[in-house]
Nanobody, 117 residues
């Protein structure tokens, strides 16, 4: 059974940084592309970033240049380095397969990121 566990969220001030982690189990992690998503209060979940199994990355326009996705296949983890955070980044962040995948694994509990002064 696939399990995704996100961590690393918190309360930060505008302009600060956070690094999120997602630990995956129950899968052959290295062969799967991975994505980060977020859901702000009252809004639908939206895609943030994708990393292929080869390490290529793509980003939503809203985070391009500020966020960096990476992966550690040995640790079965995917990371999201978030810099220059602003209030619009406040959301619960999740990892899963990217949008172009035909399936999604069961969503984890997510990790809350709150950007506020």
């Amino acid at each position: 059974q696939v399990q995704l566990v996100e961590s690393g969220g918190g309360l930060v001030q505008p302009g600060e940084s956070l690094r999120l982690s997602c630990a995956a189990s129950g899968i052959i992690f290295s062969v799967n592309p991975m994505g980060w998503y977020r859901q702000a209060p009252g809004k639908q979940r939206e895609w943030v970033a994708t990393i292929t199994r080869g390490g290529s990355s793509t980003y939503a326009d809203s985070v391009k240049g500020r966020f960096t996705i990476s992966r550690d296949n040995a640790e079965k983890k995917v990371y999201l380095q978030m810099n220059s955070l602003n209030s619009a980044d406040t959301a619960v962040y999740y990892c899963n397969l990217p949008p172009y995948a035909n399936i999604k694994w069961n969503w984890g509990q997510g990790t809350q990121v709150t950007v506020s002064s």
